[in-house]
């Protein structure tokens, strides 16, 4: 991904990640947490490796963190153990929204009264607090699906104007259905596509960066795959 936008996600911006059910948005999104965790930065004067972590957080509105963290597992991403080293904030907006008693020993969890404004409060307070570099919301489609016209069009406005003034390099994932003709798409610094194409019997999973501020990027569709470690890129 980072040849392909020529270096990676410009930092301090918003990126939309759009598709169908099952094109892999959230495990692209992990892939993005977990390396911005464990980001290598070369060498020093001595040679010994030189990290530096980008600590992160991601907000749970589609499913239950207890479900995240069990399907990060099977592509060897262990959230509970950055979580303990204080590396990563997991933000439960999922059991508010559907009723339920937050289970999430690992996270913090947001009321059913009023989520999105809530999970936006907590977003600022967390991410001041905490030095967080990354954030994702998955999805911004079920954080403000009560919202339509000018009311949703301020929303999103005011979510990434706040999230730009945190300097938070962000991932907004939405169903291509949902984003279609709504403001994200057109508010967001970026738009990576996630799709299928069907080749006779075959379907096929692809992806395009639609647009990018601040860097050129590749224009073209590229295939995709996603494998035990994630995400895999077919870049000829």
Same mark, same amino acid.
């Given at each position: ?20 059910? !099952? /094109? +892999?948005? /959230? ?32 907000? =749970?509105? &589609? ?8 399907? %990060? ?7 509970? $153990?950055?979580? #303990?080293?204080? @590396? ?15 289970? =999430? ?18 977003? @600022?307070?967390? =991410?001041?607090?905490?030095?967080? #570099?990354?954030?994702?919301? &998955? ?5 403000? &699906? ?10 999103? @406005? #005011? ?13 907004? /994932? ?5 984003? &279609?003709?709504?403001? $994200?798409?057109? %508010? %967001?610094? !970026? ?8 080749? @006779? ?28 470690? +994630? ?6």
């Amino acid at each position: 991904m980072d040849i392909l936008l020529s270096g990676g996600i410009p930092r301090g911006r918003t990126v939309l990640i759009e598709g169908p059910p !099952g /094109t +892999g948005k /959230t495990i692209l999104s992990l892939h993005f947490i977990t390396k911005g965790i464990l980001l290598e930065k070369g060498k020093d004067e001595d040679k010994k490796a030189k990290t530096t972590s980008e600590p992160a957080v991601f907000v =749970c509105i &589609d499913e239950s963190p207890k479900d995240l963290i069990r399907e %990060a597992l099977a592509f060897g991403w262990n959230l509970e $153990e950055l979580i #303990k080293l204080k @590396q990563l904030i997991i933000i439960d907006g999922y059991s508010g929204r559907v009723g339920l008693r937050s289970e =999430c020993k690992s996270g913090v969890s947001v009321g059913e009264k009023e989520p999105a404004k809530a999970i936006l409060n907590l977003i @600022q307070t967390i =991410c001041e607090s905490n030095k967080i #570099k990354r954030l994702v919301v &998955d999805s911004v489609s079920a954080l403000l &699906d009560e919202l339509q016209g000018k009311p949703r069009r301020e929303a999103v @406005q #005011k979510l990434i104007s706040i999230l730009s003034g945190l300097s938070l390099t962000t991932l907004l /994932t939405a169903e291509i259905g949902d984003a &279609d003709d709504l403001v $994200e798409r057109y %508010a %967001a610094h !970026g738009v990576i596509r996630l799709a299928y194409e069907k080749e @006779q019997r075959k379907i096929n999973r692809t992806l395009q960066i639609v647009k990018m501020r601040e860097t050129p990027h590749y224009m073209g569709i590229i295939p995709y795959r996603i494998r035990k470690m +994630g995400m895999e890129l077919d870049i000829i």
